[in-house]
């Protein structure tokens, strides 16, 4: 019975959700630290959490049970998503349940900034009537800036428009058309927006590129009197810049709903004029905790009783019908990986696949993170599935490209593996009979059509008569049963291939007396999964 552990407070109808699904169990733990949370995940399958608890590599180190987190929320920042993938656990959100309340925020932020709102409110309670401190702007005929044209930024644009406002904007994913339609001018960096604009608001997560995106710098390239919102993530703006160009008269005001440190309880912007901040209150409202806490509830509820993956952000989103139409190449590709690890095992460099015909229509990258999981299954100790094989692939260095063919070749669909190693390439080609029937149908240069499933021995030999009757005999004489035979070859007279599925593993004294023949060059055992075997991570 699946165990979700609820490390974040969330929205009690998130809980009485998971209170009434059938075969779960839940526990609430808040607050966990250190020792403490890394025991409690590893007896979970399931956590859900806010941005509260922070899910280290150390607290996930060793973990064997966890299989799923999911996120109430947008921001994975406090989730150690590398670490995660590579103990195979998905890692999901819920990208859009705050959407509009953090987009509201926003503008709750900037008009509050603007006209002085908690400057003004405190000096009535400390009983003074003051009516000439607190003159305020308008939004209406100021040019805004935006960085981070997503889903928040998007909606905040949106705003700012009825508010008559000009939105000057910023992302590398939106193109100038596609701002043109939003009613957003693009820029085509965030500097060339700075001298322009009356207030700065961004919407992109915390990464390289925005960390201290505002510094002193930025703030330099602007005019004076300009205010600056975030309800993003804090570190976009430099703080210490922000009390810097506050205290000059630069900065006409900040307002900021997030810090570089949280819980931020003391700060040197705490206190100075025009400044307002809200303790990260962004998606605290009854619509957007009750959606965020069910729909996590939700992706738990369904990984576990579906197999269900939606929202993952360590891997592509696969939801059961996506996996029904590509069940039988996931487990070709696995099944290819399986092959090329074993046919030549010695290191390899770089993978390449090439896709081909109908396949090319489907998620293609599943397909590539299934063949890797393959490669690398039985070289690690650690569990390989398709959540973390690419990941575990790159980090040996090993380069790994893909490539699609729309026209179909010799079959409707195919696709064609080529592992570097030492120097050397080796290929291999396949497809699928039927929907689930994976058939190798190219090994290096010789084409063939042979069963991937079981035992089998992988032989190259000259393209001369009597091979396969003098391997039939040997494997005869060791009480060895062939299932299958398929033998291959680039041109007539060259060198040629030979695949046997066999009943049991031949013992070492037929394949010396196999590799023993003048003709043959080469043999290998490879071992695959029984036909219709499929890896845990690929059962429906
Ligand atoms: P999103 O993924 O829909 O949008 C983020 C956008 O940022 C993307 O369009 C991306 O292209 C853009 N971007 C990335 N790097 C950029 C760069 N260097 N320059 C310019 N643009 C860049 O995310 P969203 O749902 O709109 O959330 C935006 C941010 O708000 C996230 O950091 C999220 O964690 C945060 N958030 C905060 C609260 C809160 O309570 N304050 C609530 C929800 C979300
Ligand atoms: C988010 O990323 O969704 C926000 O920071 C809101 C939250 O704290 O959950």
Known sequence: ????????????????????????????????KGDALKKALAEADGAI?????????????????????ARAGVGTDNIDKEAATRLGIVVMNTPTGNTLSTAEHTFTLMLALSRRVAEAYHTLLAGKWDRKTFMGTQLADKTLGIVG????????????????MRVLGYDPFLSAEGAAKLGITRVERVRDMLPQID????????????????????????KPGVRLVNCARGGIYNEEALVEGLKSGKLGGVALDVFREEPCTASPLFGLPNVLCTPHLGASTEEAQTQVAVEAVE?????????????????????????EAIRGYLD????LGLLMAQWHPAGASACHLVYRGELTKKNTKLVTAAFCAGLLERALEEDVNIVNSELLLRERGIKLTEHSRSEPGAFSSSMTVEVESGGQKFEAGGT??????????????????????????????NDVPGIIGAVGTIFGNHRVNIAQMAVGRAAPGGSAIGVLNLDSLPPAAALAEVSGHKDIQSVRVIELPPAG????????
């Open 1 to 32: 019975m699946p165990k979700i552990l609820i490390l974040d407070p969330i929205a009690q109808e998130g809980l009485d959700l998971l209170a009434k699904a059938p075969g779960i169990t839940h526990e609430v733990r808040t607050g966990l």
């Open 49 to 69: 959490c806010r941005s509260g608890v922070t899910i280290t590599a150390e607290a996930l180190e060793g973990n064997r049970r966890l299989r799923a987190i």
């Open 149 to 164: 044209l997503g889903r928040i930024g998007q909606e905040v644009a949106k705003r700012a428009l009825a508010f008559q």
């Open 199 to 222: 207030y700065l608001t961004v919407h992109t997560p915390l990464t390289p590129e925005t960390t201290n995106l505002i510094d002193r710098e930025a703030i330099a390239l602007m």
């Open 299 to 323: 992706l738990l509820i369904n990984y576990f009783t579906k197999g269900e993956v939606r929202h993952a952000v360590n891997m592509a989103a696969i939801d059961p019908k996506t996996l």
């Open 332 to 335: 070709l590709a696995y099944r």
């Open 432 to 461: 699928l009979f039927g929907n689930n029937m994976p058939r190798l149908i190219r090994l290096g240069e010789s084409r063939l059509e042979a069963y991937l499933d079981g035992k089998l021995l992988v032989f190259t030999h």
């Open 533 to 540: 075997q499929l890896p845990t991570w690929l059962r429906g």
